[in-house]
């Protein structure tokens, strides 16, 4: 089954850090551009932060600048998203999404609370 498999969320304090994983099972990252999006109750789906299939080139929003780092390791076939300095603000259902050419994948998504 070709699926993408998010983990790594979780409760965190205020300034804590987390890294969230997103790994390719039955097929493999290596062509796919993979991004982060985010989903906060209430609100609709947002992009988060996205990088190519070379790892050349990485995009973040910038609510998340200079504290979320997307990085990538083809030889194992996960994108990962380390989360810095969270804020509750960043609380939300994190989904991790690959694309290539017509091929489209989404993971189930992980839930990510940040609250003191």
């Known amino acids: 089954q070709l699926q993408l498999v998010e983990s790594g969320g979780g409760l965190v304090q205020p300034g804590g850090s987390l890294r969230l994983s997103c790994a390719a099972s039955?097929?493999?990252?290596?062509?796919?551009?993979v991004g982060w999006f985010r989903q906060a109750p209430g609100k609709e789906r947002e992009p988060v932060s996205c990088?190519?299939?070379?790892?050349?080139?990485?995009n973040y929003v910038d609510s998340v600048k200079g504290r979320f780092t997307i990085s990538r390791d083809n030889t194992n076939s996960t994108v990962y998203l380390q989360m810095n300095s969270l804020k509750p603000e960043d609380t939300a259902v994190y989904y991790c999404?690959?694309?290539?050419?017509?091929?489209?994948?989404w993971g189930q998504g992980t839930q990510v609370t940040v609250s003191s």
């Open positions: 999404n690959a694309v290539e050419s017509a091929r489209v994948y």
């Open positions: 039955g097929f493999t990252l290596d062509y796919y551009a």
């Open positions: 990088i190519g299939s070379s790892a050349g080139s990485t």
